[in-house]
């Protein structure tokens, strides 16, 4: 049982872990945008598939972050050099995916391609798509060490972390299952059909700016 007096000491900081997450989750990124464009051209389920893989990928980073992939990182260079290569490598070919999809003849305007491309790809392959995007971007990597840092100070308990990581991967989950499920609505596949390929063109472009600034920056 918690002390109630321990609990209201570490309460700001896991509500402030917590505030720092949503900040994060509100500003664009690798994983709300590939979410975008699964959800626009595959539809909710595939969406949310692809959500739950990112959600599961944010929590276990998360995990790995409070037993210490902070420490490991400051120790070994190279890690981070090699998950920035593993990333960088990742969105360009999310990238190339994106531009060929911009590019072809009809883009998701035709019901019935759609449904034949949906068959080559399950939705354990959307949720393992999320999942490898989520793992191997740096910037989340990052941004949970700064929210294990915020709420789970020196002397803590362990419990404080805990909080932390299941909070988070709560909220993380929670906010792109809401995107998914808003990015395949009607009216956004509607206004996705009409400009499929500028979207796609975008998101292309995105994917291989990022990509390529994690391999030429050290």
Known sequence: MIPFTEFIEY???ILLSYAALLVGLISPGPALLG?????LDRGRHAGQR??????????SIGLLTLTGLSAVLATYADAMTAIRIFGGLYLLWMAYRAFRTAFRKEPAANSNNMAEDAVQITGRGYYLRGLALHLTNPKAILTWIAIISIGFSDGAPLWVGGAIVIGCGMISTSVHLLYAT???TAPAISIYRRAAGWINGVLGVF?????IRLLVNR
Do not use: K, N, R
């Open 11 to 13: 309460l700001p900081g």
């Open 35 to 39: 979410l975008m464009g699964v959800s």
């Open 207 to 211: 994917f291989a700016v990022v990509g």
């Open 50 to 59: 692809f959500a739950l893989g990112i959600g599961t990928g944010s929590f």
């Open 182 to 184: 808003a990015f395949s």
